[in-house]
């Protein structure tokens, strides 16, 4: 039940790492909508490894092949099937991960899960190659949402210890937007975008790995939209980020900050602005029980070190049920930060698409 | 669509704040559970507003009267119906509120969401009386847990600059549990309880709220439940966590400290115990690729501080489009967090037991 | 999982026979919709027992008592709660039916289902009165769908030996649809209204009980609405139609007939009437590759006899495991489709009024 | 949102007649069971068309191509994905048909319901060779169901005037089904497969189309599966065989024939036959209160003629608004019914094994 996802908009997603393909249907476009396929193919490219020293040295080059619901570069209303082939699979002998449990990573949950028959190659089901699928749904999501003026942003906030400021709320507009979305290392500090990346290299130097923060906002996203209780924009939002590999924590807003604040300061004041209603600050990340006011979208997501380390660990052999130290070799992303950011916006991206679907308030405009 | 929630479980709230009755249907439990109803009460209880310096002024008795779906103090298997009498409402004028927006409040968003339509009378729907009803059905989920050897429970970590330590996984027992299950404002450093409600006090008396956070632990979970993507136990998690009305962070083991640690630190090594494979740290909250790990699940709640305060506050109208001041009066909790821990652990029972009832793993076992 | 149904629309039912109360949430309807409580009071009187001789002697006021939802008469956009009281409930000893399956009825099935725990009086929660709170969400949806000119209306086209002809097409107008509605035993042909009737009480009077057809239409109903495949009209409807109980039949069009049909006669001719496009026949019923077409929706269900009935019948005692004999006593309707009539259109209704909620059409609108 | 199904199972299904591909990602099936990869490609050669007279001049191989899911010859416990290649599509100017209503078709529906920009080469999405990745779906759960000892079947009960007798209670055995599943045009009495046949070769040779009805019975059944209400098995069943291209009726049982019955006639009388609580008749079809009774599910669909028919139609061209003649030039099925008996297995299969997975009762087994 793990690969489907959406209330109008309905994503399945299918692949393992070293399967025959990877992909995804999408389903519940409206027919007609122009899908750019360059606009595609660059955000899909944001998520693709550089083979720089932040990247792993597996590069694929993860081009989406339409198996249906597009012609003539419009939507056609029916389910869209994008196929990402798996090339880059170095045939290596995986029998040692069926029975040891890589620290950090589901080799022994999934072997709990799926006793044992689940196909552990390369990571398998719980590679995040499995967000490369997502990634082309949310290309699209993002497409129909420019559409109608709603842009996605998002900077890396922090990497291990070298963190940056939060996005002010005069700063957030279109320019800034597509900005970020032109970066390879998008920050909102310029000189963190360099220190960033130097300490990523120097982290994989040493062996390791390290986590980070992706900020994201959306901007032009109307209010009144969501629901209170179990489908708020909090919950939705959360849901996807939470699938994500290696989130492992997400605020909206002012977030875990709110927690040592007073109503006083926390509480965002509503001004007239050229006639419109805004809020002086935005402390509650443009959600107030659980709808959308108007105000930009904000939330974070923390991202755990990679696992996979290349150094020596203590595990177990979860079989022979024997302590063991383990060397994981391969290819890895020392920091997953920098190619997790379309990713985010990809889910921000979907959910936001499918609250404005699902929506009853279009009911009175037939 | 935002009344109901689940997969195999699947619960329905209804009610507003001035409403008739507040209640819920609990569907898909199993025939024949043995529902205590002294547990069931003193587990709504905690919820209760004590009439403290902690809490609001206006105490509801709560008892959920069974509508259906009980009989002979066991399930029925067919849906369970509990309704909750709105006895204690104050009538008074609410008129102003229908075009004066309560900063941090849903008043505008909820007035663009049901263009003007919706019972503001209280709060309406997005009052946190809603909780109630979630937590009668927490407490069902409660009991059908225990009796599978899984226990819940909760401390408060942190009211506004006032904060304590996280559990240490060598404390975690049912022993503790219990103990946090039995106190009326459970910490784990027992100094820390009296200091989080003196300043509560003490923020009452300035007219003003402030936030906290609750940590929770699910204890007993086994290993193998949950699914990779769009079903990790993450997401489902945050889901139902996030609607709980004012939580506005999430986060899973170290949570966002995870973003500042390598992954030598952060990988949770596998280790014998007593034959048993366990975690010697638990970064990852018991959870791996979405999937329980057999280790206790550790998680927090970041709530932001109560908006309603009784100081003045600049705001709008937004029916007249102009910008006003406020002066809120009524009873309110000067800080949510004591009264929202049964309703974070009844989210977390939810959770746990529709994952359970969900779960594949049985079909071999027929 | 039983008691919830809907995409957009969300309803979600509770109760047994001899409960507390029955009842329904109604979710997802738009805010800010005039609901007019006679109409929804005249369309479940239609539901109710007449005590007449086609009927069944217990009756039962059934006023739906709002619980929340609805304020000044219109929706607040936020979940309608309606609860119905048990009020007539003959307390006589049940303790038999734990162990004596009555023919056709859910007594065995629903013990096997519930592993005996199930509540068994009056037929519990496989009663025919959890229709009533069918019923009151219909009648919203039959308000809803009003506003928008469509129109569902019903009669009853079989009893027993007795039929009458199926609608034709030139005759389906809403003042045909009107004048059904407010019919108490409505009939196509004027005659077959009273024989009907007289043979019900014939068959009472023989202690036996009767099966029959109704046929509905929803007049008014836009073309392009619905799907292919797994959403086609059919499915959805033939869905909410079969958890009508005593339904075991569903045919759209000229359903069956078909079979018998070649192509050339089965094919419905598309011709232009003022401008307007239309089908010369409908043997399809209005819908064509699980779309509208824009012609009215026609469609029967098969209702199977009441099995409760006044003879003796051979059956089995399944917990002593032996074969027993058995007198049923109680107040029983000979034929429940004349009451079943608004319950098939409330189905109708609900499920159009979800489709027309649900659709993706209105986003180019918005 | 038409192509995704299930609770516990879901599929979801892609693919227009003409595009790169069609297939299905299955998702839900337990890990570790065995596909024997001979018996789904045999039952999926069963949808083929032989290129005799009952079938379209279009043959295609339709081997489905497994992208992820399985390996050596097992499930994985992940999505599985299969795909299928559109090979044999033979390119010709279809642009008439963007305006030209083919009468039974769903050119015009789906024109509204895509406001034009649906893709129509060979039916699109409409196309019957959607009904391919169901049957491989359906081949699994086949597979799945066999191992716990169920079996489904099914028989041709009439094409056109041709008719035969339903399935008798005693007959239906694992012997039967087997027959069944190996016959190329299966049905009871074995004079009128040939009938059958010859009729629909004289149809063809007139350049018409005919219909018929599918009787199929799933055996094995244990009691106690299914549930009141809204997941009535029959609702699930009906659901699911109505998104079948030109099914047009469902019936349960006895179907349409218990309008006529008398109470005392309908009622299966329980008995014990060597111990076991059975039913005399099965006028019920298995199903009692939606819950299966532990006698064989035994169901009817009616399938309308092939729209398609080489013969001179009269219809309207809904862009240019005129009335036109039409000519069908093209390779279609005169009768659907043989190829679509698989389907209908299929469907049968994939519900009742999702009531299987989704059953609350092995919670106690655990």
């Not at 709110?258 to 600050?281: K, W, Y």
């Not at 070799?329 to 679907?357: F, K, M, N, Q």
Request: net charge negative; proline share 4%; with cysteine.
């Amino acid at each position: 039940m793990a690969s489907s996802w959406g209330k109008h908009l309905k994503i399945s997603i299918w692949g393992e790492s070293h399967s025959e393909s990877i992909g995804v249907i999408v389903d519940g476009l409206p027919a007609g909508q122009k899908i750019d396929w360059e606009q595609v193919l660059a955000f899909m490219g944001r998520r693709r490894s550089s083979g720089a020293a932040t990247d792993t040295a597996r590069k694929e080059a993860d081009i989406p092949e339409i198996q249906s619901g597009l012609l003539n570069g419009r939507t056609c209303g029916t389910p869209i099937c994008a196929l990402i082939r798996n090339n880059n699979t170095q045939s290596k002998d995986y029998s040692l991960f069926e029975r040891i449990a890589r620290p950090g990573h589901a080799d022994y949950s999934g072997f709990l899960r799926y006793d044992g028959y689940n196909d552990i190659r390369g990571g398998g089901h719980f590679s995040g190659r499995l967000t490369a699928p997502l990634c082309f749904a949310g290309a699209l999501a993002k497409l129909l949402l420019a559409e109608k003026g709603i842009s996605v942003c998002a900077h890396i906030q922090q990497v291990g210890p070298i963190k940056e400021r939060r996005f002010s709320l005069d700063e957030l507009n279109d320019e800034l937007a597509a900005k970020l979305n032109d970066s390879f290392f998008p920050t909102l500090e310029e000189e963190k975008s360099q220190q960033m990346q130097e300490h990523i290299a120097a982290v994989r130097a040493e062996g390791d790995s390290v986590g980070g923060v992706i900020e994201c906002a959306v901007l032009g996203v109307p209010g009144g939209y969501g629901d209170p209780l179990f489908d708020s924009v909090e919950s939705q939002l959360a849901s996807l980020l939470f699938s994500i590999p290696a989130v492992k924590g997400v605020e909206f807003g002012s977030g875990f900050e709110l927690s040592s604040m007073r109503g006083s300061q926390a509480n965002d004041v509503f001004v007239l602005r050229d006639g419109d209603i805004m809020t002086e600050t935005n402390h509650n990340g443009g959600i107030l029980g659980g709808i959308t006011t108007g105000m930009p979208l904000v939330f974070r997501c923390a991202f755990k070190p990679t696992p996979s380390i290349a150094r020596e660990q203590r595990t177990v052999d979860f079989i022979n049920k024997e302590e063991v130290t383990l060397n994981i070799v391969g290819r890895h992303d020392p920091c997953i930060v920098r190619r997790a950011l379309p990713v985010v916006e990809a889910a921000a991206a979907l959910v936001l698409l499918d609250i404005l679907l699902s929506s009853d308030k279009r009911w009175d405009l037939q």
